[in-house]
């Protein structure tokens, strides 16, 4: 490499990181641009998915250009709308999107909004930049995004882009951790490890056989709240330090197939794959994405989606306690 093309990556280094008032999120979807920017644009497809878990949206009026603007309302679980007036300053097809958020008719827009999308092999690359006023704005938007789970927009995105793809009903989930990539690999593939922040809040967990490898299979005993569960998961792949996955399903004391002991129409088997991210030397997105694997009747999979916001409050605590874990470390 010579001096100018050092001196030219030294340079996208430098544009890319991010600054105080700034948050940050990239997302790869498994769609080309062209299907994932409709999904962002056309108002039918984004009345599908924008939004955090919960709610819907009415556009009234959507003008995409620069200088045209999005006229919507938000309609919470809880029943309150939220009226937004997104104003566009850049629209280029199929790359980019500036935008400000959070305002309407009766209010100033909140933040900025750049949006960047790319393709490579057929997966689309989504690197967007909220900016606000001050880094303290920052920081205060950034907690109430993860109190008001606003990141599980990104996931339902992933979700829908994949129903539509496959017709397969999907669970995603992200969280970015402040680790590098080959500890957080540890966290997921060390029994040890996983036995501190797997289990849901109130519940600990002890591995009762533990050979996590290609081929390999876990029987763990979950208890806490008065009621004591069994599981089991069989692996199918370990790719350090990018990915796992296995297969999981409930069992019995003995280590024989059940069903959830709460659910009894919960799916047999679920089907999980961790995707593993370096999103800087000492930061790691994690990629939860859940799936009912086959056979699975119609009551099955009705409940798989019904479940999907207690899913999410699940893996949160789960991803909570991982953190706080990390933290200790």
Not at 26 to 41: F, G, I, L, S
Not at 44 to 54: F, L, S, V
């Amino acid at each position: 490499m010579n001096k100018r093309d050092k001196d030219q990556d030294s340079r996208k280094a430098d544009s890319k990181k991010i600054r105080p008032n700034e948050i940050n999120i990239v997302r790869v979807y498994d769609a080309p641009v062209k299907t994932v920017w409709n999904a962002w644009t056309d108002p039918e497809q984004a009345a599908k998915w924008w939004g955090p878990r919960g709610f819907t949206i009415t556009t009234h009026n959507k003008d995409l250009r620069a200088g045209g603007s999005w006229d919507y309302t938000m309609h919470g679980p809880d029943g309150v709308d939220y009226p937004n007036l997104t104003k566009y300053f850049e629209v280029e097809t199929y790359t980019k999107l500036v935008y400000d958020h959070g305002g309407s008719k009766d209010r100033p827009p909140l933040f900025r909004v750049t949006v960047l999308f790319s393709e490579d092999q057929g997966k689309t690359t989504m690197d967007m930049t909220m900016s606000f006023a001050t880094p303290e704005i920052a920081a205060e938007t950034k907690k109430f995004i993860k109190k008001a789970n606003g990141d599980s927009t990104w996931d339902r995105l992933a979700e829908y882009l994949c129903k539509e793809s496959s017709g397969k009903e999907l669970f995603v989930i992200n969280r970015a951790f402040d680790a590098p990539i080959n500890v957080m690999f540890e966290m997921w593939s060390d029994p040890k490890h996983l036995a501190k922040w797997v289990p849901p809040t109130g519940f600990s967990m002890e591995y009762l056989k533990a050979d996590i490898r290609p081929g390999g299979r876990s029987f763990y005993r979950m208890f806490g709240n008065g009621i004591e569960m069994y599981g089991q998961a069989n692996y199918i792949e370990l790719v350090k330090p990018n990915r796992i996955v296995y297969s999981q399903n409930f069992c019995d004391k003995d280590g024989n197939m059940s069903r959830h002991p709460m659910a009894p129409t919960w799916p047999a088997t679920m089907l999980t794959k961790i995707t593993l991210a370096e999103e800087d030397t000492n930061k790691t997105r994690v990629t939860i994405a859940w799936e009912c694997l086959t056979p699975f009747s119609a009551e099955e999979i009705a409940t798989f989606i019904a479940g999907r916001p207690g899913m999410t409050g699940g893996w949160t605590g789960s991803l909570d306690k991982l953190e706080d874990y990390l933290s200790k470390l």
